[in-house]
């Protein structure tokens, strides 16, 4: 097996292998493999896509939307993650004039991490500021946003949104920032760690870190 090669592939989860070995209950050990995640190969295809002409407050110049057609090459059949969002978790609202905070974290088992945001239908853009993990070697959690539909399918997404490094303070490390324009009919964002982005190269990117979203209008 190459794992070299499969540790390339692999887009979504940091240091991890799409297949892993595991006891199969007889004393031998079974290849796995887990759900698919967001590839480098299929993300760098999508963004070579022109950009799209967009009427925006400041969005960044490396913004694209990703279409559902787009989306469904690295996902393959899973097109709905309202369903199967863990039950243990709140999903928090974003409603005009309001700012949440969230503290994704990495998952004790090696699965296809998200979270998920209830949006009200009356915001059209939002701020999103990723806050570094420490000062001396700073990793951010930098998501691949999907925005679904009242029953938690895939509209469409968006990647490439980062405007602005934002520096540190004495009350708080540095930020990455970036707008987002949300499609019609968005009743929910997904967001999904990325091991590394085209707006963030030279950033190491990890899947949990502190993350602040404000409703801008």
Same mark, same amino acid.
């Given at each position: 097996?190459?794992?070299?090669? !499969?540790?390339?592939?692999?887009?979504?989860?940091?240091?991890?292998?799409?297949? $892993?070995?595991?006891?199969?209950?007889?004393?031998?050990?079974?290849?796995?493999?887990?759900?698919?995640?967001?590839?480098?190969?299929?993300?760098?295809?999508?963004?070579?896509?022109?950009?799209?002409?967009?009427?925006?407050?400041?969005?960044?110049?490396?913004?694209?939307?990703?279409?559902?057609?787009?989306?469904?090459?690295?996902?393959?059949?899973?097109?709905?993650?309202?369903?199967? $969002?863990?039950?243990?978790?709140?999903?928090?609202?974003?409603?005009?004039?309001?700012?949440?905070?969230?503290?994704?974290?990495?998952?004790?088992?090696?699965?296809?991490? $998200?979270?998920?945001?209830?949006?009200?239908?009356?915001?059209?853009?939002?701020?999103?500021?990723?806050?570094?993990?420490?000062?001396?070697?700073?990793?951010?959690?930098?998501?691949?946003? +999907?925005?679904?539909?009242?029953?938690?399918?895939?509209?469409?997404?968006?990647?490439?949104?980062?405007?602005?490094? +934002?520096?540190?303070?004495?009350?708080?490390?540095?930020?990455?920032?970036?707008?987002?324009?949300?499609?019609?009919?968005?009743?929910?964002?997904?967001?999904?760690?990325?091991?590394?982005?085209?707006?963030?190269?030279?950033?190491?990117?990890?899947?949990?870190?502190?993350?602040?979203?404000?409703? !801008?209008?």
């Amino acid at each position: 097996m190459n794992n070299e090669y !499969l540790e390339d592939q692999e887009f979504n989860l940091e240091g991890k292998k799409r297949f $892993y070995t595991m006891p199969d209950g007889t004393g031998r050990l079974e290849t796995i493999e887990r759900k698919k995640g967001v590839s480098r190969s299929i993300l760098d295809k999508i963004l070579n896509k022109s950009n799209q002409s967009l009427n925006s407050i400041t969005l960044s110049n490396n913004y694209v939307r990703l279409s559902a057609q787009d989306l469904s090459l690295a996902f393959e059949n899973d097109r709905c993650f309202l369903e199967s $969002y863990s039950k243990n978790k709140t999903i928090k609202s974003l409603v005009p004039e309001k700012e949440i905070g969230l503290w994704p974290r990495k998952p004790i088992k090696e699965k296809f991490e $998200y979270e998920l945001v209830k949006l009200d239908q009356n915001i059209q853009y939002m701020q999103f500021d990723s806050y570094a993990s420490n000062t001396d070697k700073p990793t951010y959690y930098w998501p691949l946003v +999907i925005f679904l539909d009242k029953s938690g399918c895939i509209l469409e997404g968006v990647s490439g949104f980062k405007n602005q490094k +934002i520096p540190a303070t004495l009350l708080q490390h540095a930020a990455l920032q970036g707008v987002i324009k949300i499609p019609p009919k968005s009743y929910y964002m997904m967001m999904t760690p990325l091991a590394s982005a085209v707006d963030v190269p030279e950033q190491e990117l990890s899947n949990q870190g502190q993350i602040k979203i404000a409703a !801008l209008q």
